[in-house]
Nanobody, 122 residues
Framework: VQPPQSGGGLVQAGGSLRLSCAAS????????IGWFRQAPGKERELVSC????????YYPDSVKGRFTISRDNAKNTVYLQMNSLKPEDTAVYYC????????????????WGQGTQVTVSS
């Protein structure tokens, strides 16, 4: 199962993008959802996750205050709103689903999207 993603692209620094991840083939409301990114030559890092039960969210300091994760269980979709984008946000972004509570660790996630490129020009 590979949740389809959409919404990447090229944007100037300071701009905004919204990524979407639409799940199918599994019970979406049983899963915490995370967004990860990977830049060339760097490790994959978590940029946000949202719990399945209480909707609690997590953001690392690098994106806190700029990125917002949300989920619409009725539409089986998770969104990542990215504002005030910086060139260092350039990466391939992946959504991932974990059957259980929110977790920081990529190895906990069961399903991964195909990835979408986000490029922020200076």
């Amino acid at each position: 199962v590979q949740p389809p993603q959409s919404g990447g692209g090229l944007v100037q620094a300071g701009g905004s993008l919204r990524l979407s991840c639409a799940a199918s083939g599994f019970s979406f409301d049983e899963y915490a959802i995370g967004w990860f990114r990977q830049a060339p030559g760097k490790e994959r890092e978590l940029v946000s996750c949202i719990d399945r039960d209480d909707g609690s969210t997590y953001y690392p300091d690098s994106v806190k205050g700029r990125f917002t994760i949300s989920r619409d269980n009725a539409k089986n979709t998770v969104y990542l709103q990215m504002n005030s984008l910086k060139p260092e946000d350039t990466a391939v972004y992946y959504c991932a689903a974990h059957k259980g509570g929110g977790t920081y660790y990529a190895y906990d996630y069961d399903y991964w999207g195909q990835g979408t490129q986000v490029t922020v020009s200076s």
